[in-house]
């Protein structure tokens, strides 16, 4: 699957709480209309076309065009910034809400989208954490990654991700041998090897 990050303190949006809450995702590209049967080269065209407002960056929009209409697919995963927090989603199709009938300055363009998590950003994975502080409205993870990536980035605060990385050198059958070990000499005669066995177990029993 392909990721995707949505940056909406540079988007500039209000309709954070009801993407959440009506679970979608959306653009407003002034005079581009309906791009749900419209190959990406008409897509391109229109909004060239539309685009009569000197102060909008015809080329961010014609990217955003090319990433949110045709690079995402049904399946492929959201980041949603929020101030202090991330949200992750699972995204659906692309459809086209016609103005006269869309909420007040709701967008036009939009994609379905079905939350999963949110976490705070200081918890984030490093490698997740680089991506959703990039400096762009949309932005596309350069790899595809696997769904266990992905679940990984989201179960590995930044401050356990160094933990986790020397963990993954030693297989879970070794871990527990040794545990056994350490468990037996926590009944042992010396009280100082009990001590020490002690503070191993709960060091690692530490999150």
């Known amino acids: 699957m392909n990721v995707f990050l949505l940056n909406t303190e540079l988007q500039g949006t209000l309709h954070i709480s009801t993407f959440l809450k009506d679970h979608y995702v959306g653009f407003d590209w002034p005079g581009v209309g309906d791009l749900e049967q419209v190959s990406k080269d008409e897509g391109q065209a229109k909004a060239v076309q539309g685009c009569d407002n000197k102060e909008l960056n015809l080329l961010e929009q014609l990217q955003q065009i090319s990433s949110f ?80 990536q992905v679940e990984y980035w989201m179960a590995r605060p930044a401050g356990q991700a160094e933990n986790m990385v020397r963990a993954s050198i030693v297989d879970g059958e070794t871990i527990n041998q040794a545990l056994d070990i350490l468990k037996k000499a926590m009944s042992s005669e010396d009280a100082d090897r009990r001590e020490r066995a002690a503070i191993a177990v709960l060091q690692f029993a530490k999150p």
């Open 69 to 148: 209409v045709y690079d995402m697919q049904d399946g492929d995963y959201l980041f949603m910034t929020d101030g202090d927090y991330v949200h992750m989603g699972d995204l659906g199709d692309y459809y086209y809400v016609d103005s006269m009938s869309a909420d007040t300055g709701s967008p036009c363009h939009r994609r379905g989208v079905t939350w999963l998590k949110s976490l705070l950003r200081s918890d984030l994975h490093p490698e997740l954490k680089a991506f959703v502080d990039r400096t762009a409205i949309l932005s596309k993870l350069e790899k595809a990654v696997s769904l266990e």
